[in-house]
């Protein structure tokens, strides 16, 4: 079946440091989100990508969905201690809105 | 808007008792979704549902059974709960489209069985 990977699952940053995670998918993707998972709380979507090659920006984060449209991308620049987390992507599964998740990866920052 | 809510946010079974965690969206969301989540595995789909009376197997749908019964309300039922089924368990929710639509999360149910 289908598989979005992220490896690592952990990294640690030092704060003002850059942070740059993948996700990769066994298949061609027709679009990829990212979530986020603060500790002890749920994921929150941040963004979905559509196009092939395309690049969106929330502020300190760019995100990339590659040109094979098979992996993605996640770039934190400057990291802050509001950034620990676990970050998750996901592919569709089929039909009716299913996701795929990858295992995520869990961000710390030493302040 | 309360978005997605669950009900209880922590519960301690024993093995072999049951119970339901209720999963509620003010979204008027056609598709919702059961996941659980536990140390490094991500998450996991047990169930969904594409509609009010409808309700489909996810990944790990084993030891589970589901119910929409009403399109804002959507069940998950543990007959005999197993030490297995300790994780964290997350609703969602999203409306049809045509791409995969976002997911909306509930806060989570913590469940322990002993």
């Known amino acids: 079946g289908q598989q979005v990977m992220q490896i690592p699952q952990y990294q640690h940053v030092q704060e003002g440091e850059d942070f740059t995670t993948y996700c990769n998918s066994s298949?061609?993707?027709?679009?990829i989100q990212w979530y986020k998972q603060r500790p002890g709380g749920h994921p929150v979507f941040l963004i979905q990508?559509?196009?092939?090659?395309e690049v969106k920006k929330q502020k300190r984060l760019t995100f990339q969905f590659g040109e094979a449209k098979k992996n993605s991308s996640l770039h934190i620049t400057a990291t802050q201690t509001t950034d620990v987390g676990t970050y998750f992507c996901?592919?569709?599964?089929?039909?009716?809105?299913?996701?795929?998740f990858g295992k995520g990866i869990t961000l710390s920052v030493r302040p | 808007n309360a978005g997605v809510t669950q009900t209880p946010k922590f519960r301690v079974l024993k093995t072999g008792q049951s119970m339901t965690l209720l999963c509620a969206q003010d979204?008027?969301?056609?598709?919702m979704y059961w996941y659980r989540q536990d140390p490094g595995m991500g998450l996991r789909l047990i169930h969904y549902?594409?509609?009010?009376?409808?309700?489909a197997k996810g990944e790990v749908p084993d030891g589970y059974n589901v119910s929409r019964l009403k399109k804002q309300n959507f069940l998950l039922g543990l007959e005999s709960a197993a030490p297995s089924q300790t994780s964290v368990y997350f609703c969602?929710?999203?409306?049809?489209?045509?791409?995969?639509?976002?997911?909306?999360f509930g806060p989570g149910t913590r469940l322990t069985v002993t």
């Open positions: 969602a929710s999203s409306p049809p489209q045509i791409l995969t639509s976002v997911q909306y």
């Open positions: 298949t061609t993707l027709s679009n």
């Open positions: 990508l559509v196009k092939s090659g």
């Open positions: 996901a592919g569709p599964t089929g039909a009716n809105s299913k996701l795929t």
């Open positions: 979204m008027n969301h056609e598709y």
């Open positions: 549902s594409v509609g009010e009376g409808t309700t």
